[in-house]
């Protein structure tokens, strides 16, 4: 046996050797109909090819549904897939890293995450998952309709979690040592997972990569986003929902972007059932008790000054509205004051309101009952600053943002050294639950800041006079406006 075919719950697969790795491709860990909960994938008898990855969900970024698109074989409603990376030669049951990726739940897919680099020089397993996206993922039909369950894409990457949990074995790693991490929404998702009951005991560690549990939707905004779909759709009932034509679907996501400029048009929500019924709730909870490793790059909104349409807040009245909006005066007037009135000031506010002071405020809370650490991506794009997602094309030979920073230079001399120590952290911290040794803990007490650049540092309570003018506040954005 050259141990390339595994023999998994749902049947055998057969994998490929390339570049000193074992890898599978496109093995469904789950099936589901249209609008339905994940079930275990349909068996097989015969070894299937598990050589390239399965198709894409669904999706589309922006408000132009695109039948061509989306008829493309790369797309397919049967898209609950995962990919392994696993090191050639390994001895004894390997650490597992479960990574879900970004995309702003309405985007993305796992194959654009290659693990090879991480799981050969990490000596660990990598993971990465599809799950259902935008109006097929996360739109709350069921407050329409009865008969659709909540947060479907949340729910299949439980599935994912236990499928791994339950197969991991046979392709040589320790379901006792599963980490989960993701970047953007696949961070906001690993905060929820946090928080979601039925994700317990699924996995021992968790890194967040610029994104929290505070940026989703309230249950009242979710039930409006989906009469707003239904509207658009000609309130159909749940057979016809289930029955119609795909594009239509999109097209009503197209619209609900469309009519709401600065939203994304789908997100989890606070459901109280598989998540918490409120933030309110969810800060309240504590969240699974599991070593977490987070933080945020310094200038988060620079990607979305360069992007088309306002996605994010990135001036000075929607960001004065949202703080006035959310928060009483006076501690709106505070967080304001923290912030010198110019464009890095303005372009710091915007950043501590999307991503970094979400992120730090969670890791402020888990630090409290689970070892925890905290970092801050400093390293400048020549272009695009240190930019949402800059520090992904470090650690992962990705496509779309890797290409897309490409011009900040070749990865080599000191970027290709700064990528080398993060996935060094990285890796250190799924094989042993804490990065190395140089990197020390976070706590509220001592709030200690890895900072990584050209040259790495460690700050001690890092843009102090802003975290505490905040106060562990944290306010929704166009992105997922709290209800």
Not at 366 to 373: L, M, V
Request: charged content about 20%; overall charge neutral.
């Amino acid at each position: 046996m050259d141990g390339l075919t595994v023999t998994t719950t749902a049947g055998p697969v057969r994998g490929i050797l390339a570049n000193g790795l074992r890898c599978w491709r496109g093995i469904p860990y789950a099936r589901a109909d249209r609008f339905a909960t994940p079930e275990a994938p349909t068996p097989w008898n015969e070894v299937r090819d598990a050589s390239r990855p399965g198709p894409q969900c669904p999706q589309m970024y922006g408000n132009q549904a695109k039948r061509a698109r989306l008829s493309m074989p790369d797309f397919a409603e049967d898209c609950l897939s995962l990919n392994i990376h696993v090191p050639d030669g390994a001895t004894g049951p390997l650490p597992v890293y479960v990574w879900i990726h970004g995309g702003a739940f309405v985007a993305g897919g796992g194959h654009s995450y290659d693990g090879s680099d991480l799981a050969r020089d990490g000596d660990i397993i990598v993971v990465t998952i599809n799950y259902r996206l935008g109006v097929l993922g996360f739109v709350n039909f069921g407050a329409v309709v009865p008969g659709i369950p909540s947060n479907l894409g949340l729910r299949d990457q439980i599935a994912a979690l236990a499928w791994v949990r339950d197969n991991i074995a046979a392709f040589g790693g320790d379901p006792a040592r599963v980490t989960v991490g993701g970047q953007s929404a696949g961070s906001m998702s690993v905060s929820l997972l946090l928080h979601a009951p039925a994700a317990r005991g699924l996995f021992a560690g968790a890194i967040m990569q610029s994104g929290a549990v505070s940026l989703i939707h309230g249950r009242d905004r979710s039930e409006q986003v989906a009469r707003d779909y239904m509207a658009a759709l000609g309130n159909p009932d749940l057979a016809a929902l289930r029955g119609m034509d795909l594009i239509r679907l999109f097209e009503a996501q197209g619209a609900a972007g469309g009519a709401n400029p600065g939203t994304i048009p789908a997100a989890p929500w606070f459901d109280g059932d598989l998540l918490p019924a409120s933030l309110a709730d969810a800060v309240a909870e504590p969240a699974a008790r599991v070593p977490l490793l987070a933080g945020a790059t310094h200038e988060e909104i620079r990607l979305f000054e360069l992007m088309p349409g306002d996605i994010l807040p990135t001036d000075w009245p929607a960001l004065e509205a949202l703080l006035h909006a959310q928060l009483p005066a006076d501690h709106a007037a505070r967080i304001l004051a923290a912030y010198p009135r110019d464009k890095a000031g303005r372009r710091a506010l915007a950043t501590d309101l999307t991503f970094l002071m979400p992120t730090r405020h969670f890791a402020d809370r888990q630090s409290g009952q689970a070892p925890t650490w905290f970092y801050r991506f400093d390293y400048r794009h020549p272009i695009a600053g240190a930019a949402h997602g800059l520090d992904l094309t470090l650690t992962w030979p990705m496509r779309g943002l890797r290409a897309a920073f490409a011009r900040g230079g070749p990865m080599r001399g000191g970027r290709a050294a700064l990528g080398r120590r993060m996935t060094d952290h990285i890796a250190h911290f799924v094989r042993h639950g804490a990065p190395e040794p140089d990197w020390p803990a976070y706590t509220v007490d001592r709030p200690a800041v890895k900072i990584f650049d050209l040259t790495d540092r460690v700050a001690v309570d890092p843009d102090g006079d802003r975290w505490r003018a905040w106060a562990g506040a944290d306010v929704g954005t166009g992105l997922a406006t709290r209800a």
